[in-house]
T-cell receptor
Framework: GAVVSQHPSRVICKSGTSVKIECRSLDFQATTMFWYRQFPKKSLMLMATSNEGSKATYEQGVEKDKFLINHASLTLSTLTVTSAHPEDSSFYIC?????????????FGPGTRLTVT | DAKTTQPPSMDCAEGRAANLPCNHS???????VYWYRQIHSQGPQYIIH???NNETNEMASLIITEDRKSSTLILPHATLRDTAVYYCIVRVVHTDKLIFGTGTRLQVFP
């Protein structure tokens, strides 16, 4: 149990285009989902926290108009990188916190590698 | 900012116990200690967490000192597949955020 998926796993896009990344909790309902980014050989950096049906809370220094987050249901959150540029190239990882037995644990997706050319 | 400090790297022979230390000297009474690991180019994997008592599950054991200022993650019989970056994180009870530090890169060798 407690599986989180991400789609796509890899994406290459041209500078100036927008890219949407999906994060799904497959076998539990996620009251809260989180988005991280990770640069090569660096640690994960929390970007934002999203609760189902409400606006996301962004960490300091993260542009909310650049990284649009939607958490429309208890099993799906999306991150849209708008007008992507090469510096947005990174490994984006989502996680989900569940209800009930798994309420104290976050489960992570496999990540999405974004390359902007 | 991360509230934990870990050695940047460790080695362990396959089949031996891997003991990964973590210092969290500023931990508060309502903060849990969590351990995750990340294998190259994958999402982090939950390992174990605890508040003040030692914990054990099918993956590992967590030993927390009595003053709670440090802890040790123990992988009892390390395998090559345990090679990963291990993150020790403190989290306030009933809050959401996991703030990752730099972690320990564990290399298990044959």
């Amino acid at each position: 149990g407690a599986v989180v998926s991400q789609h796509p796993s890899r994406v290459i896009c041209k500078s100036g285009t927008s890219v949407k990344i999906e994060c799904r909790s497959l076998d539990f309902q996620a009251t809260t989902m989180f988005w991280y980014r990770q640069f090569p050989k660096k640690s994960l950096m929390l970007m934002a926290t999203s609760n189902e049906g409400s606006k996301a809370t962004y960490e300091q220094g993260v542009e909310k108009d650049k990284f649009l987050i939607n958490h429309a249901s208890l099993t799906l959150s999306t991150l849209t990188v708008t007008s992507a540029h090469p510096e947005d190239s990174s490994f984006y990882i989502c996680s989900a916190r569940g209800q009930g037995a798994w309420v104290d644990e976050q489960y992570f997706g496999p990540g999405t590698r974004l390359t902007v050319t | 900012d991360a509230k934990t400090t870990q050695p940047p790297s460790m080695d362990c022979a396959e089949g031996r116990a891997a003991n990964l230390p973590c210092n969290h000297s500023t931990i508060s009474g309502n903060e849990y200690v969590y351990w995750y690991r990340q294998i190259h180019s994958q999402g982090p994997q939950y390992i174990i967490h605890g508040l003040k008592n030692n914990e054990t599950n099918e993956m590992a054991s967590l030993i927390i000192t009595e003053d709670r200022k440090s802890s040790t993650l123990i992988l009892p019989h390390a395998t090559l597949r345990d090679t990963a970056v291990y993150y020790c994180i403190v989290r306030v009870v009933h809050t959401d955020k996991l703030i990752f530090g730099t972690g320990t890169r564990l290399q298990v060798f044959p």
